[in-house]
């Protein structure tokens, strides 16, 4: 067999995706090494997924722990690993029931089916869900529909119905859409593809207030925001607003597929048996190394990390832009952050992303106009600041 090329993905792969051109073969830390052993300082975290870098101790010893005891059951049966991570998440957090499955837009889908399930059983005639322009939800019909952005959703014929979008952080849009009709408001509390864009802490207070006032629930995708990535556990413990349903994956397995979703007793009996499911949801291998990285994460010293590379890399973009001003707003949480191009430069993120690559650093775009971040949680100062200094070299000759 030859060896294996980027060419080999233009001949063998569905073209729905345009991968850089070169192959990352190998991790560790917060570097990436391609087929020709160059280096890269990740700067992106697998689109905020790999929280403890790449092929941290912890979970490649749990990953290998449990691959020599158990890899799948049925749902017809639980394990051991699935019941441990679900209670420390249940005792870190508002939640007091679990559901796991193995990404974030499975997550969605079941907290949307969720809302729309208990709407059902209370009153039939409630069925709307409330989201916001731009947001990301995920990939299937369903949770890319209640996303709000349709570039994701048209083409595909008639969508789900029910669902309308309201500007985000605008409260008088929100108080004004929301209704007797309305089963579920969902909110990013940092809109990630939409623009690393977080909320004011009124705005989540506000939908927490109108979903009781109109006796609707209240969701919060935590998919990109959740497991440390904003500087506590999830978001919404940042802003002191909790939810009626909370989804993770992402960061939550650390490059390993998983996701969840949290919610209450009260609202989880409405999922009764056979009323939803996965087949790999749950999986004892997920779900060992998902325990690995809450046990990590979840500790005074990595968010304190969190907060402190946070600090470090707003105050390394903003002496950046002084050298070369090209981004006009700094802007996000913890260390999930965007950096927004000026007018002049705008709609040109993929060249900066393109260009950062070739000085060997990995970052992202949320959007033509926003250059995003999302490093691992436990990159160092060294590794942080190198990879500042490599941007800073791309964005030199970008401009130049």
């Known amino acids: 067999m030859h ?19 070169w192959v990352p073969v190998r991790g560790e830390g917060s570097r990436l090494w391609d087929q020709q052993g160059r280096d890269y300082l990740d700067l992106a975290g697998g689109i905020a997924v790999t929280s403890l870098g790449h092929c941290h101790p912890a979970m490649v010893r749990a990953l290998t722990e449990q691959a020599q005891q158990l890899w799948h059951v049925s749902n017809t049966l639980t394990n051991e690993p699935a019941l441990r991570l679900a209670r420390k998440l249940v005792d870190a957090t508002f939640a007091e029931r679990v559901f796991f499955c193995n990404s974030g837009a499975e997550a969605n889908e079941a907290a949307f089916k969720l809302a729309r399930k ?65 089963c579920a408001i969902v909110i990013e ?10 909320a004011q802490r009124d705005y989540l207070q506000a939908a927490r207030e109108l979903a009781d006032a109109h006796g609707a629930l209240l969701i919060f995708d935590e998919v990109q925001t959740g497991v440390g990535r904003t500087g506590t556990l999830y978001a919404y413990q940042h802003y002191g607003v909790v939810p009626d349903i909370l989804t993770s994956a992402k960061g939550l397995g650390g490059g390993f597929p998983i996701g969840a979703m ?60 002084r050298a070369t001003p090209v981004f006009s ?16 430069y705008a709609g040109k993120a993929g060249e900066v992303v393109a260009l950062a690559a070739e000085a060997g650093v990995i970052v ?35 401009t130049a």
């Open 189 to 198: 509390p940092v809109q990630g593809e939409g623009g690393v864009l977080p």
């Open 262 to 321: 949290l919610t209450t007793t009260d609202i989880a009996k409405h999922f009764s048996v056979g009323t939803h499911g996965t087949t790999y949801g749950g999986n004892p291998l997920a779900c060992a190394v998902a325990e690995a990285v809450i046990d990590t994460v979840n500790t005074p010293e990595v968010l304190a990390n969190v907060a402190s590379r946070s600090a470090q890399l707003r105050d390394g973009l903003t002496e950046l832009n």
């Open 329 to 344: 707003e700094i802007r996000g949480l913890g260390l999930l952050l965007g950096a927004v191009l000026t007018e002049a």
């Open 364 to 398: 992202l775009q949320a959007g033509p106009n926003v250059v995003r971040f999302a490093p691992s949680l436990v990159i160092s100062e060294a590794e942080l600041a190198s990879g500042l200094a490599r941007l800073g070299q791309a964005l030199a000759s970008w």
């Open 3 to 21: 060896p294996v090329q980027r060419a080999d993905f233009d001949q063998l792969m569905v073209p729905n995706y345009a991968p850089a051109q």
């Open 118 to 182: 208990v709407a059902s059983d209370r009153d039939p005639a409630r069925d709307e869900i409330i989201a916001t322009t731009n947001s990301f939800h995920g990939r299937t019909f369903f949770t890319v529909t209640v996303g709000g952005q349709p570039k994701y959703s048209d083409g595909f014929g008639p969508r789900p119905q029910a669902i309308s979008h309201v500007a985000y952080n605008d409260i008088d849009a929100l108080r004004a859409a929301v209704s007797a009709r309305t």
